[in-house]
């Protein structure tokens, strides 16, 4: 089952029995839900009506991150630091057994489909990162799978780590979308990561992974997160990106940016 936040409502995707818009009263506090797979089994509604416009599928959770779960990223971020002497710095984190973690944003940062993702003004390397994001309950199970754009400006985090929360954190750093995939059952590890980038139409980087390469189980990412922290309404959480343009590479304004992971479908955005 795929859950999409629409204008309209919650409008729910159930296979072969077609779209139907969740009455009112049952979509309220809907992605909170520690039962939201057996809840949606039997949710009644009305028959969606048309292409509705899509909204980022988050009601009042946080947004969190991982970082350095795929090797790949940990060998970009030891090059972007090393001037500042990171190089080391990132290696031991990918070879902890504490992942890394940390605060991404609140609902009224994050865009939807469609939205546009901003660019730093005071930095001059910015990248998307394509990433699977996890729908986390209250009580710390996963609920369901989204996609994410973990927006990133290189080159602040890489004059020194410390700086991470300016290079991740600001208005519009992250999209979440296009719907929610609600499953009883762990993604495949064979599950495939793409991202393309255009600009006037041509594309310029092209790149894909799948979660095999991931360094780190989404169950384990979660415990810590939960661990001595409280979520009343659970939270999103990025686990990491395998996917890094190269360092010539950096976001202009206009830029297309599309994600598309497997079962879930295609978030696009444009960079502004």
């Known amino acids: 089952m795929i859950l999409y936040r629409t204008r309209a409502g919650w409008e729910l995707h159930r296979g072969s029995q ?3 818009l969740l009455r009112t009263e049952a979509a309220r506090h809907l992605t909170t839900r520690e039962d939201l797979y057996d809840y949606l089994l039997h949710a009644e509604g009305e028959a969606a009506a048309g292409d509705a416009q899509l909204l980022a599928p988050i009601e009042d959770q946080e947004i969190w991150a991982a970082g350095v779960t795929y090797y790949r990223s940990r060998t970009a971020r030891m090059a972007e630091s090393q001037a500042a002497g990171g190089m080391n710095f ?7 057994e504490r992942p890394e973690l940390f605060f991404k944003g609140t609902p009224h940062r994050v865009s939807g489909p469609g939205k546009p993702v901003r660019i730093r003004r005071d930095s001059k ?6 990433e699977l994001s996890l729908l986390v309950s209250p009580g710390g199970r996963i609920t369901g799978y989204t996609i994410g754009n973990d927006m990133s400006s290189r080159d602040i985090e890489g004059e020194n780590p ?3 929360p300016q290079a991740k954190v600001y208005d519009r750093s992250c999209a979440l979308g296009p719907g929610i995939l609600v499953t009883q ?3 495949p590890t064979s599950t ?12 310029l980087f092209s790149d894909g ?5 991931m360094k780190r189980r989404p169950e384990e990412l979660v415990e810590y997160l ?5 979520f009343p309404n659970g939270c999103f959480l990025l686990t990491g990106t395998g996917i890094v343009p190269p360092e010539s590479f950096t976001l202009l304004s206009g830029d297309e940016i599309e994600i598309a992971i497997d079962g879930i479908g295609m978030l696009r955005n444009t960079a502004e």
């Open 162 to 164: 410390l700086y991470l």
């Open 192 to 203: 495939a990561i793409r991202i393309d980038i255009r600009r006037g139409g041509a594309s």
């Open 209 to 213: 992974t799948t979660l095999a390469e």
């Open 125 to 130: 390397w910015n990248v998307p990162e394509p």
């Open 18 to 20: 077609g779209r139907i």
């Open 226 to 230: 939960y661990r001595e922290n409280t």
């Open 90 to 96: 990132y290696d031991r984190v990918y070879h902890a």
């Open 185 to 187: 059952e762990p993604l």
